[in-house]
């Protein structure tokens, strides 16, 4: 069972353009929600992360929107650059407690920036 | 060297040998966790450790184990490798605020 899907796999955007990755998660226990960049040949690195209890957080380009009744949250990149071509996945973890501190991840999405 | 490193960082073995994957990390941080990642499947966790000597299954724990003595390294062994372990392996552990640091991982090939 995924508890959490994550769409699109794959992307391709011009420079400039913002990409929007989009992420649902099922279990309402779930209460942290980090987002995680991977070059290639190089392990996920957290980029951005979020709480419920706000629905966007900014950290420079990046954007997450948290819609909690939806159980939807995605990833926007403001102005893409060539450098932010990247796998990116989404991630959802009961972090209050009682799950080991186990993240579940989206299966990720392939992102492309052209010059 | 400060962070998490993972060795080797490649590996080719055959069917039903034994291979260990080993870890580091030099924070002291409690929580280590296993992962393989394969196309079209993303990341999923194999096996974890809240400390020294307290290890638990993940959610593809079979044909995998690991030890935990030493709270700086979580060694991961495939007791008889198969093809289908050919995987990327990452190697993470969890500081106090919750974020996972991640290995750059050891590539393995199965033949």
């Known amino acids: 069972q995924q508890q959490v899907k994550q769409s699109p796999q794959s992307l391709i955007v011009q420079k400039g353009g913002i990409p929007i990755i989009n992420c649902a998660y099922e279990?309402?226990?779930?209460?942290?929600f980090p987002w995680y960049q991977q070059f290639p040949g190089k392990g996920p690195a957290l980029l951005i992360a979020i709480r419920p209890d706000v629905s966007e957080k900014k950290e420079g380009r990046f954007t997450i929107s948290f819609n909690k009744s939806a159980k939807q949250f995605s990833l926007h990149i403001m102005d893409s650059q060539p450098g932010d071509s990247a796998t990116y996945f989404c991630?959802?973890?009961?972090?209050?407690?009682?799950?080991?501190?186990?993240?579940?991840f989206g299966k990720g999405t392939l992102l492309t920036v052209n010059p | 060297d400060a962070g998490i490193t993972q060795s080797p960082r490649y590996k080719i073995t055959e069917t039903g040998r034994q291979v260990t994957l080993m870890c580091h990390q030099t924070w002291s941080h409690s929580y280590m966790f296993w992962y393989r990642q394969d196309l079209g499947h993303g990341l999923r966790l194999i096996y974890y450790s809240a400390a020294a000597d307290i290890t638990d299954k993940g959610e593809v724990p079979d044909g995998y184990v690991v030890s935990r003595s030493k709270t700086e390294n979580f060694p991961l062994t495939l007791e008889s490798a198969t093809r289908s372990q050919t995987s990327v392996y990452f190697c993470a552990s969890r500081d106090a605020l919750g974020t996972q640091y991640f290995g750059p991982g050891t590539r393995l090939l199965v033949l």
């Open positions: 279990n309402t226990a779930f209460d942290y």
């Open positions: 991630a959802a973890i009961r972090d209050s407690g009682g799950s080991n501190y186990k993240l579940t």
